[in-house]
């Protein structure tokens, strides 16, 4: 699935896809890094809000690359 949504945004976007996908892939980590430390694992509600986070920091990033 990953692999499929970013060749599309790849195609799509051209050199904006991968500082993109970067932001959102660290947006990610650091919301799961979060989690571990502060109550040792992930839950629903955690993985929920990791994806809004990552969703809005890949789109906040293609809004910028679009505005230069």
Known sequence: ???VAAG???ICLGAAALPAF???LLAALLCGFC????????????LGATQQIAETAI?????????Q
């Open 35 to 46: 989690a571990r430390a502060k109550i040792a694992g992930q839950t629903g509600d955690t």
């Open 22 to 24: 970067a932001i959102m």
């Open 8 to 10: 599309i945004a790849a």
């Open 59 to 67: 789109l906040a990033v293609l809004v910028m690359s679009l505005i």
């Open 1 to 3: 699935g990953l692999a």
